[in-house]
């Protein structure tokens, strides 16, 4: 069963810092992966796909990276502001036929810019 | 543009009372996904559909939750007998189409969610 781990839980830093969310499963035997945001008492928003023949996507401030084999990947933010604290999520698509549909999604990471 | 769209967005049940929840996928979307989120976790999968074909229900919890997708574009959950520990918030998706290879079409896109809660 495939099983998706984020680290750190909560990480609070001052605005205009660069940062890294970890992300790591335990099946690399996957069809894509995706990076999601949440705002509280809000639904999910897609940030970034990656396909499993890549190894990194781009969107302005953000970059993801995907190292299959070693089932890793993170999420780097340039120059945070305010208004990127919010929860990221990170998810799975497995490439079984069977499971395949579906995302597996991590616990989260909560993140604070602070001003 | 138009998105996913859930309703209710919030519904109180008593314990022991059906509900039904609904979800509007982006139009053409054919594959549509149910997702349960608790407080401070990360979405859990429940159930998909392709079309009005239910392809996957192995992450329903017990035989008192059902979905449907009679026409292939509105979906409805519906979860009889409301226990407490369903208290959650139900998370709808939708995409374009499973079977292509293109980021775009394989994006899911989800909606605000109804948050359950149990008393």
């Known amino acids: 069963k495939q099983e998706v781990t984020q680290i750190p839980a909560a990480l609070s830093v001052p605005e205009g810092e660069n940062l890294v969310l970890n992300c790591s499963f335990t099946d690399s035997a996957i069809y894509n992966l995706q990076w999601f945001r949440q705002d509280p008492g809000k639904g999910l928003t897609s940030l970034l796909l990656i396909q499993s023949s890549q190894r990194e996507q781009t969107s302005g401030r953000l970059n993801a990276s995907l190292d299959k084999s070693s089932g890793r990947s993170t999420l780097y933010i340039a120059a945070s502001q305010p208004g990127d604290s919010a929860t990221y999520l990170c998810a799975v698509k497995g490439s079984g036929e069977t499971s395949g549909s579906r995302l597996t999604f991590g616990e989260g990471t909560q993140l604070t810019v602070n001003p | 543009g138009a998105g996913v769209s859930q309703s209710p967005r919030y519904k109180v049940a008593k314990r022991g009372q059906d509900v039904a929840l609904r979800c509007d996928p982006i139009?053409?979307?054919?594959?549509l996904f149910w997702y349960q989120q608790a407080l401070g976790q990360g979405p859990e999968f429940l159930t998909y559909f392709q079309n009005e074909a239910q392809l996957d229900k192995s992450g329903l919890p017990s035989d008192r939750f059902f979905a449907e997708r009679p026409e292939g574009s509105v979906s409805t959950l519906k979860i009889q007998r409301t226990q407490q520990e369903d208290s959650a918030v139900y998370l709808c998706?939708?995409?374009?189409?499973?079977?292509?290879?293109?980021?775009?079409?394989?994006?899911?896109?989800f909606g605000p969610g109804t948050r359950l809660t149990v008393l």
């Open positions: 139009s053409g979307h054919v594959s």
């Open positions: 998706a939708s995409s374009l189409n499973r079977a292509s290879a293109t980021q775009f079409t394989d994006t899911q896109y």
